[in-house]
């Protein structure tokens, strides 16, 4: 992140889906239990199509470090899709 980012408190919004084992192995629980340390906020929820859906919104890096950590999740394939202007959400 950049210091100009940092200095105006630059707020970002990710949509993202995730693919793979993610229903019935505890991936939302574990997602809210990260945003929660990261002092993100959002939601997540199943579909039907057996994938999980939400969304995080937050200070740029904390966005990025909860991707990051979902990533992490042994059982999904992940596949993020930005919304909105590509600096985030105004302060």
Known sequence: ????????GVLKSVDYE???????????MYTEEEARKMGVVGWVKNTRQGTVTGQ???????????????????????????RGRKEGLAE
């Open 1 to 8: 992140m950049s210091a100009l980012a940092k200095a105006s």
């Open 18 to 28: 995730v693919f793979g084992r993610v229903q019935g192995v505890c991936f939302r």
């Open 56 to 82: 995080v919104q937050g200070p740029e890096d904390k966005v990025n470090a909860i991707n990051t950590e979902i990533l992490q999740f042994k059982y999904a394939t992940y596949r993020q899709r930005a």
